[in-house]
């Protein structure tokens, strides 16, 4: 079965300080690895996707297949970065689609 | 980025009634799915939608308990039947896009 595993239900960093969220995951075959945000007063959306291999907004992730781990790092965490994060995870073929989140971590950057 | 919306944002609902929930997304699309947040818990899916079949459902949810509807490719309801306490939760449609899911505003439900 899928399991996305977020170890840290809160983090709190200073300002300018690294930031890691940790993210685990369980899954028979290959997965798509995901993070979500979402800001105070908005909805959940897309940060970003491992395939992209893309930074946005300074953040990166990477699918460490080993480890099944997909950690979201920054290295100079900004105060609008204050929000909830998600871990996410979709399959191929029958489970195309179908998301399976983490419980989330509410990351505060402190001024 | 995709627009979609929910109604209502928010009710408080009474033991034992039913609400509906609708979702109305800007543009057609085949998937749509239903999620529960629980307070202080993630994202659990309820449902996947398809437009033309039934509503495949996820373990611990039935269609007697969460009927959907998909009448065409831009609009779905979830129905929270029989409602309990337990039910207090906010729920999110989604939409398939090309490379992600687009999430709606949530509904925010109170059961008394």
């Known amino acids: 079965a899928q399991r996305v595993t977020q170890p840290e239900k809160l983090l709190s960093v200073f300002k300018g300080a690294p930031v890691e969220l940790k993210c685990n995951y369980s899954?028979?075959?290959?997965?798509?690895l995901f993070w979500y945000v979402q800001y105070s007063r908005q909805r959940l959306q897309l940060l970003l996707r491992?395939?992209s291999r893309e930074s946005i907004k300074g953040f990166t992730a990477d699918l460490n297949k080993g480890e099944t781990s997909f950690h979201l790092k920054k290295p100079f965490a900004q105060e609008e970065d204050s929000a909830m994060y998600y871990c996410?995870?979709?399959?191929?073929?029958?489970?195309?689609?179908?998301?399976?989140f983490g419980r989330g971590t509410q990351l505060t950057v402190w001024p | 980025s995709a627009v979609i919306s929910q109604k209502p944002s928010r009710d408080i609902c009474q033991r034992g009634t039913s609400l509906t929930i609708q979702c109305q997304v800007d543009?057609?699309?085949?998937?749509m799915f239903w999620y529960r947040q629980q307070p202080g818990q993630s994202l659990t899916l309820i449902a996947t939608?398809?437009?033309?079949?039934?509503?495949?459902?996820e373990s611990g949810f039935v269609i007697d308990k969460f009927p959907i509807s998909r009448p065409n490719l831009t609009f779905s309801t979830l129905t929270v039947s029989n409602m309990s306490p337990e039910d207090s939760s906010i729920y999110l449609c989604?939409?398939?896009?090309?490379?992600?899911?687009?999430f709606g505003p949530g509904t925010r439900l109170t059961v008394l």
């Open positions: 996410a995870l979709t399959g191929r073929g029958s489970t195309l689609g179908r998301l399976y």
């Open positions: 899954y028979s075959g290959s997965p798509e």
């Open positions: 491992h395939i």
């Open positions: 543009s057609q699309v085949t998937m």
């Open positions: 939608a398809n437009q033309g079949s039934e509503a495949t459902y």
């Open positions: 989604s939409k398939q896009g090309t490379d992600t899911q687009y």
